[in-house]
């Protein structure tokens, strides 16, 4: 069974900072794997996916990168802003159709 | 073009009653998850849909159903409500169940079961 871990589960930094949020998967065989971003009480917006065959995937300031063989995944955040503190999820794509999530990071930028 | 909606946005439910909530995708995709979102538990997997037929279902009670019309909008249907029951429910919308597909999820139907 897919397991994913999200590290660190909360995160504060000021305003202007890079930084990397971790996600770890147990089970290598994946068919992509997506970044999502989710504002409290609201859905998911789609930031990155990765396809399999994929290293890393960049938009904007974010750049996302997967290895599969050790099951890991990263985001990248450049020149960290306010309006990006909110809670970022990543999901593996597995059989069926089916994503599996990770609890998420909780990210505050502070002004 | 349109994103995936949900109707209603949120609901307010008495144990033991049931609810229906649905979800229509992005206009031409044709597959259509159902997930569930809890403090406790994170997001769940609950079902997905593909020409009306449900072609994979997560680990959740039979009171949890759904169905898939033939222009590709869900819904989902609560039997005999438990105050567990109470969550965010979001659906997600794809083109096809290929495997390289990007999923796009609803704002969600916010259940809270008194």
């Known amino acids: 069974k897919q397991e994913v871990t999200q590290i660190p589960a909360a995160l504060s930094v000021p305003e202007g900072e890079n930084l990397v949020l971790n996600c770890s998967f147990t089970?290598?065989?994946?068919?992509?794997l997506q970044w999502f971003r989710q504002d409290p009480g609201k859905g998911l917006t789609s930031l990155l996916l990765?396809?399999?065959?994929?290293r890393e995937q960049t938009s904007g300031r974010l750049n996302a990168s997967l290895d599969k063989s050790s099951g890991r995944s990263t985001l990248y955040i450049a020149a960290s802003q306010p309006g990006d503190s909110a809670t970022y999820l990543c999901?593996?794509?597995?059989?069926?159709?089916?994503?599996?999530f990770g609890g998420g990071t909780r990210l505050m930028v502070k002004p | 073009k349109a994103g995936v909606t949900q109707t209603p946005r949120y609901l307010i439910k008495t144990r033991g009653q049931q609810v229906t909530l649905s979800c229509s995708p992005i206009?031409?995709?044709?597959?259509v998850s159902w997930y569930q979102q809890t403090p406790g538990q994170g997001l769940q997997f609950l079902f997905e849909?593909?020409?009306?037929?449900?072609?994979n279902k997560g680990n959740f009670p039979g009171r949890f159903s759904g169905r898939q019309f033939s222009n590709s909008r869900s819904e989902m249907n609560v039997s005999t409500l438990e105050l567990g029951d109470s969550a965010l429910y979001l659906c997600?919308?794809?083109?096809?169940?290929?495997?390289?597909?990007?999923?796009?999820f609803g704002p969600g139907t916010r259940l809270t079961v008194t």
């Open positions: 997600a919308s794809s083109l096809d169940p290929g495997r390289e597909d990007e999923q796009y």
């Open positions: 089970d290598s065989a994946i068919y992509n």
């Open positions: 990765i396809q399999s065959s994929q």
């Open positions: 999901a593996v794509h597995n059989a069926g159709n089916m994503l599996t």
């Open positions: 206009s031409g995709h044709r597959s």
């Open positions: 849909y593909f020409s009306e037929t449900q072609r």
